[in-house]
């Protein structure tokens, strides 16, 4: 049973034992049901589940294994394959109810780019959705993954297809689950959802995304990269990438205490991780962008192989960590907290 589970089982055993003592207290006092208490109890009951689970594990079920299957042949950026994955995404988005960002016509950020080590051009698009904030409309948060990944293998026998399911179909999966909660939850400062596209060939679509916006108004960067598996830390945690530039770990920290779910900063150093990510091409601008994990990187036998598929995951992990970010940087989103800026520079 997880923590969670724990202290929602916890909560509705003391709200039964309260309703007793309260229909002694109150007989003959009847609800607008005609029930003695029941109405208000049930009530309660109904609220503490839908806190406690609001992330929908069978969307997040299905968007992981939509993402990682073998029709998106790998998802390598101006492929077919990725298209598909492009499509996907961009129905979902318009099933939330996401708006266009800036002045788009539609969810893609379409550009042309020449790889690193090739002259063949490719054009792709970065897939953006928008919340608007309600009191605090000018100012950005994005929450972001990459939804590009190797492709395939030119020849040989077996499996032959890169399905990227930890790496990153589990973020993609994330920011949709968020995208969908914070549209039933509210906003006060506006969401920037984005679907980042090459970000294997060199964080592409990150940096072209980042050429083109006023990077003063964007106040957070919350990057979801691999958080199918569990961490070296043990269930129900995470790590995250930077977390010594700025305050932004520790105000997630704090907003996750009595939560049964823990963030540790980036225990892989020697890995560069904060710079191998999206994050990194929002954090060069100034603003405090960090990518929260759960693999075990050193020891992750599926990174960049054939065998990162979608069976290799743990669908409650992929749930609880999105749940974590959820509850995390709410208070940043809401408006409440405001991370400093980040550092690039290492600290001596």
Not at 130 to 138: A, F
Request: glycine fraction near 10%; aromatic fraction near 10%.
């Amino acid at each position: 049973m997880t923590q969670t589970l724990k202290i929602l089982v916890a909560v509705i055993l003391l709200s039964f034992t309260g309703c007793k003592i309260s229909h002694k207290a109150n007989s003959g006092k009847k609800g607008k049901d005609g029930n003695l208490g029941k109405s208000k109890t049930n009530t309660f009951i109904k609220k503490q589940i839908a806190s406690s689970f609001f992330i929908d594990s069978t969307k997040v079920k299905k968007h992981l294994y939509t993402l990682a299957s073998d029709e998106m042949q790998g998802r390598k950026s101006g492929t077919e394959g990725i298209e598909k994955a492009a499509k996907y995404i961009e129905t979902e988005f318009k099933k939330i109810g996401l708006t266009t960002f800036d002045n788009l016509k539609t969810y893609r950020q379409t550009f042309s780019f020449t790889p690193r080590n090739s002259k063949e051009q490719i054009t792709s698009a970065n897939i953006i959705g928008v919340l608007e904030g309600t009191s605090k409309k000018e100012e950005y948060v994005i929450i972001s993954a990459h939804y590009d990944h190797l492709g395939m293998k030119k020849n040989g026998d077996g499996d032959l297809i890169y399905n990227g399911a930890n790496d990153d179909a589990s973020g993609v999966t994330g920011v949709l689950a968020l995208a969908d909660y914070f549209k039933k939850k509210g906003n006060e400062r506006t969401i920037v959802f984005v679907a980042f596209t090459a970000e294997e060939m060199g964080l592409i679509g990150s940096t072209h995304f980042g050429k083109g916006i006023d990077a003063s108004k964007f106040v957070a960067g919350i990057n979801l990269e691999m958080i199918g598996k569990s961490p070296s830390f043990g269930p129900n945690t995470a790590w995250l990438t930077g977390f010594e530039r700025s305050n932004f770990g520790k105000i997630v920290q704090q907003n996750l205490v009595g939560s049964g779910y823990q963030l540790f900063p980036d225990p892989y150093k020697n890995f560069n991780l904060f710079f191998r990510s999206d994050n990194a091409s929002l954090a060069r601008l100034g603003v405090p962008s960090h990518t929260f994990s759960t693999t075990a990187i050193d020891v992750d036998k599926d990174y960049h192989q054939v065998s990162d598929e979608a069976t290799t995951l743990n669908m409650t992990i992929i749930t609880q960590t999105i749940q974590a970010v959820a509850k995390g940087t709410e208070s940043i989103i809401n408006g409440k907290d405001t991370p400093s800026r980040v550092v690039l520079a290492e600290k001596k």
